[in-house]
DNA sequence: AAACCGCTTGAATCCAAAC
DNA sequence: CGTTTGGATTCAAGCGGTT
């Protein structure tokens, strides 16, 4: 974590410093990390060095054009993102702000860098066609399906229940860009990753609040969602861009997953916000990080899916029914075996089947974890996961 | 299915007619139906009348064929618009085909048909950019998510595990389209149809094979999806348009579904076989596609009508569900309430609206009568003299 | 203590017929 | 055409208070 010390040396627990444009203390051309920028993303992009990026995330306005008020069938009020930030006059407006933004942000990637935008039918169609007229190459695009969206009050269409990310290279032919397929793998039942992830909306107490107890930015992503992304496409001490950095989910994910990050927000309160809340980030355990694995193996249904509901946590510790092999887990999914001589990371049950020296494993019966002094095979979580999900949920 | 006769009438059993354009034999302007028009989408579309189809389905091509242009070597300017040229060109090709057969399908469009298009990342926010441009309202995009996709075999990306439909209606603003919430609903356990359908591919039986035994066409849809299409937003006896039919699929669902269909194709092979598979089809009972009742479309009562059949007496009271609020039924069919300050007297909606202080309310389900010592809503009065109007109106 | 109930809320392009 | 009025319409979670 080389240059999120040099940010945090001296003044460990202060929070990112807000910088109206270059810090002209760091080395010159070294971008600025571990901080926020605020201002325009187009204007505060261009005094950043050019190939300094190793991954982007972007969540830009959605451009949602909405007319009245509507109602829930209970006569209350949805509240609408009607802010200013959200409004364009038009189709071409739209394009024009989004032409502008992406050259920016295309400058300062470095070759192999990759860029994820994420966006819903109002925006995404012309977001897309506007990286490929940009000579960005995508390589996916990703749904995120919602567990819990928000219903369709009249019944007059299907419930909006998914938004769309594109996961693009910055040139087309890109071949040595970041993607963990075997990180990915192992933590999903060391079966490949699809392109359509379930995971929960941003409520709860994850959900920055104001002052007055209500929501501080309308449209907060979860962190789970911004930590799969970033285990799949950037390594640890990677710099992670933000331009619309809002309320700082993907800076405070970078944080935890020892990245660095560059966050632009053009308002000040949503600025501070993210600030105190990136202060508040401990980073996981180097331990639960490093090293991508090489796995191959079998079954169903994925640990990393405990992971992403916080049925577990990355640093827990699991064993084997005897508490004599021990093994830690990991942010994506896979666990590292604590005692092996050599560093041994993988799938539960391939990791079992190591600790074992079997050729293969039940990680599921295998692998214990403690609670109130007790020991349960991790079986029983994922048994817990599944009934909290419901049948429908994940068919 | 009066148009199929006309096309069946003697010989119910041959394959649809191939035809290079409009069959005088139909009345004039009618637009021919149960049919494959042979030839350039365009040009066929325009032989058809305006405002004459009720939904389209379209699969357009994305074959770019832009691979072998952008997998030049990656060079090192640091501005990489201009790698965008070539590229650009090509795209605009594709964006101008699009726009021309996107033109062209809305012209036969009627004002409250909708559209939906398929495609993946290659083509689909071309597409859906452009259907902006021109005008067309999204209502939904809608993800298939397959069962069974083709894996990435070389772990560079995501499993491309789904596919991209966009719902859209001919015009903003369009309010009547065809949706079949209530039967979409109560098909999925009671509860509303989400945006991401889970289907597998077309594989096995179902898919078209060639005299060599090799797939007839390469990305046949399966009918299950074309089915959930048609059965969210048609009705038994619509004209569907299919301006890129292939192997048919759309077609043959619309056959069995009782829909018409006008289905237009270049390539005479796939027109050949595509006939044939519908040919084969048998429509299903209609017993099994007659749309049931729903509460949105049953014809209006008013709660005078109640009072003037004699299920309601005027000064019958009314009250909430807990028999808080208190109203007494006039003669006209308004009521007053109890116990207001001021004498308050309107229909059962703004009475009961009143009585909570609430903008809107349904009377029908607020107020209740008190029968044998049970409280019921006075819906169940509104349903029973529909029950009887329904049964006089047959006699 | 665990279960249960009621209330709140989330990137939303969300009505239709009658007058 | 605009305006008014009838009356149809929601799913999953989290949280707090009660049983």
Redesign the interface.
């Known amino acids: 974590m080389r240059l999120m010390s040099v940010v945090r040396k001296g003044a460990p627990r202060r929070a990112p410093r807000l910088s109206g444009g270059v810090d002209f203390a760091e080395p010159s051309r070294a971008i600025p990390t571990d901080r926020i920028l605020i201002g325009d993303c187009v204007e505060q992009l261009a005094s950043l060095p050019?190939?300094s990026v190793d991954m982007v995330f972007a969540d830009p306005p959605y451009n949602l054009q909405l007319q009245g008020e509507l109602?829930r069938p209970d006569?209350s009020r949805v509240d609408a993102v009607d802010d200013a930030w959200d409004q364009f006059e038009s189709?071409e407006a739209y394009d024009a702000f989004t032409r502008a933004w992406l050259?920016a942000v295309?400058?300062v990637m470095k070759?192999n860098a990759t860029i994820w935008v994420i966006g819903?039918?109002?925006n995404?169609?012309?977001?897309?066609?506007l990286?490929?007229?940009?000579?960005f190459?995508?390589?996916?695009?990703?749904?995120w399906?919602k567990s819990n969206?928000m219903?369709?009050f009249r019944?007059?269409?299907?419930?909006?229940?998914?938004e769309?990310m594109?996961?693009a290279a910055?040139?087309?032919?890109?071949?040595g860009y970041q993607?963990n397929?075997?990180a990915l793998?192992g933590g999903n039942e060391d079966v490949?990753?699809?392109?359509?992830w379930l995971l929960p909306i941003c409520t709860g107490g994850e959900r920055l609040k104001d002052a007055q107890g209500r929501k501080l930015h309308p449209t907060q992503k979860p962190e789970a969602l911004l930590a799969r992304v970033m285990l799949?496409a950037s390594k640890p001490g990677d710099v992670v861009l933000d331009p619309f950095l809002g309320s700082g989910t993907s800076a405070a994910v970078a944080k935890r997953l020892r990245r660095h990050f560059v966050g632009v927000e053009r308002d000040e309160t949503y600025a501070a916000a993210a600030a105190a809340r990136i202060d508040a980030i401990e980073p996981l355990p180097e331990a639960a990080l490093v090293a991508p694995p090489s796995a191959r193996e079998a079954p169903r249904v994925a640990f990393s899916a405990l992971v992403d509901s916080g049925l577990v946590t990355p640093g827990l510790e699991l064993t084997d029914a005897k508490g004599h092999v021990r093994a830690v887990v990991r942010a994506d999914g896979t666990i590292a075996l604590v005692n092996a001589a050599t560093l041994a990371v993988g799938s539960i049950h391939r990791m079992g089947a190591l600790a074992q020296g079997a050729e293969a494993c039940n990680g599921w019966t295998f692998w214990h974890v403690e609670q109130e002094g007790r020991r349960h095979p991790i079986d029983v979580l994922r048994a817990r996961l599944r009934a909290e999900m419901g049948i429908?949920s994940e068919?």
Do not use: C
Request: glycine share 6%; no cysteine; net charge positive.
């Open positions: 050019p190939h109602k006569d189709f050259l295309k400058r070759p819903s039918y109002h995404i169609f012309r977001v897309g066609a990286m490929q007229d940009l000579g190459w995508i390589l996916n695009d990703v749904v399906r969206p219903p369709n019944g007059r269409r299907f419930t909006n229940a998914h769309t594109i996961w910055r040139d087309p032919g890109a071949k993607f397929y075997e793998k490949q990753v699809r392109s359509d799949s429908r068919e």
